[in-house]
């Protein structure tokens, strides 16, 4: 399988150019390009195979990282540098050092843009955001079953946002654990965040999202005062105005564009389900609503019916048990849940939301498909 | 207000003694007592006061951290170092320190068993699972909200743990960024893990914690092969069993021990509430139910009529609700939801469930309070 590996990248390459640390900037100053730069650091590893003693103590934490992975010509590999040009220069050694010894294999390097040691604000404000925004674009292009996060290199401030990034997009980190060989593996958890608080202030959001910023009275005006402390993570507030913070993109990407769906049934499709449906001996709505909540391959197998005005018909397979159902944001609503053999074939036609704004008051509130018995 | 900091502690304590870091064990060892060890490596930092030049480049990193965060006389130092003689050595130093500058400082180091860089599968079945669990008892004792988590020092590999550990227990993390001076604050997140899907298994983690192992076979007959991968980050296996992990130490603590109540309504107490208590103008059943959920002084203080049998009505104040619930691990079961104004005083005389387990079918399922209109 093709992986897409994506590493923070530091200044561990450069630990055999006897340079110290606080002076490999100035070093990769004083060559004539990053060119030059580049290849001479390159030019003190690029011998170094990549096996146990070597891996331990003279190449970088990216390429040991990577090795341990088990990485293989037709990878991805994506090194996310500082962007400073000494963290620049390492990353693009790296890439050189792995173009030398996987031919073919696929490697990108991206500065990023406020992502540096020496400013904490314009690493907060910057740095984290667009490091967890490129991350996030990334994970857009690829299934996140094919991608891995690998923090073992870079700044170690950088490490909670990409665990927390990784459990929310359901991707897993690998890392290297210090000076030992092994490879620490940080699988998703089963973790969510509570959508639901953040729902009312969903058009404020929407709104820092496409003017990039809003005034700091908009803000005040429209977060409840009670409300701001837990917002505070996911904003950043400067007398220039409020933007959002790297926790703020990644809970607005996730209410935009949900790794997965959650079932909300409505009144009568909690009849439905619970009086009719799950009465059945081979029927197990609960089950099937939450295996085409959860993947968009589903959902559209299991798609029968489009009534064009948002809601679809839903059918399992060869059974009888039929689904009424919409999507509303992070949410898949379920309006009704019936059977064939009861209502006949053209139940398409006799159980019917023409309206589904102004008949929803009717079937509403969609609670969500959670219960214990 | 009194804080308590719990800090991973490294080796950066040692950076004026002028040995290089992969020397510190020995020159520990040599010492003749870890006592001379500690007061003649506290000697090469004793003088240093903490302001800005000194903590950016002399002081420790725990030192530094502590400062920005703003430790006072009365607050509680928790010192968790390695299980090796330069950790621990290092965090001594720390706390003489510590106690040096800050008279009457609350200061306790904890060495963890496991924790060490040369053997990533002690690190990952010991060490890091005793780091939580130490970290877990000490939030036992104090409340969340006085506790900061604080990852500046130590082994990177810690890091994805202390940030989940947080997430869960509502507690921050705060920590320097790097050589800047800037604390940089990681506040609690809304986050919840999916506890639903964990709950099948509760009596298989209740033996595993219980006996500390249980066979593989047993693990391999009892866990369903498809729900595997889906566990895999919450036990340890190896040839001599199966064990919980860090991770699965957490999760298993939110399921004992769960931080906050997640209420779930009856079909009774869901008709209740939005058929006849949402209606009236002065009432949001809703919002009180949260409330009482996430608070056990809230949950206490609105307890009103205990009926012995784990059920217990509540009253909101001075308002005509009140509500019949019972608590299930993490669960908070509401039964029904009444007027007193229409059933009357005797309420809890006319509403009655005499046998919550043979009654519990007729008002089951219990269904998830989140839901949209």
Redesign the interface.
Known sequence: MVKTIICSVGTSAAKKLGVKPNELLNWVNEKNSMEDAVECLFSTFRNLVSEDQNLKSSLSAEIHSLVRIGITNEDQIVLLSSNTNDGYCCALAVKKYLEYYWKGIGVLVKKIPGLQ?????T??KTGVVEFVKFILKQVESYDASNIILNPTGG???L??YT??LG?LKGIK?D?I??????L?E??P??????R????AYKPLFEEIDRESSISLEKWQNSVDYLERK?F??LVEISSEGVTLSA?GFL?WEEIRKPSALVP?LS?NA?ADC?DNLALLDNCDPFRFLSRVAGSKLAFSQAEHLNMGNGLRWLKPGNTTDRYLVSI?DW?L?VWRAIREDQEGSKYSNKIKIDDPEAD?RSY??????????
Request: proline share 8%.
């Open positions: 040691v020496y400013d904490a604000e690493f907060r700044y170690k401030a490490v909670p665990v927390l459990m980190c890392y654990f210090e000076q030992s060989t092994t620490l940080l699988p958890l089963p973790l969510e965040f509570k639901g608080q953040f729902e837990w505070d993570p926790l809970f909300f009144r909690i619970f509303e949410r609503l929803r509403s509130p969609f609670i969500r498909m959670e219960f214990v018995n």
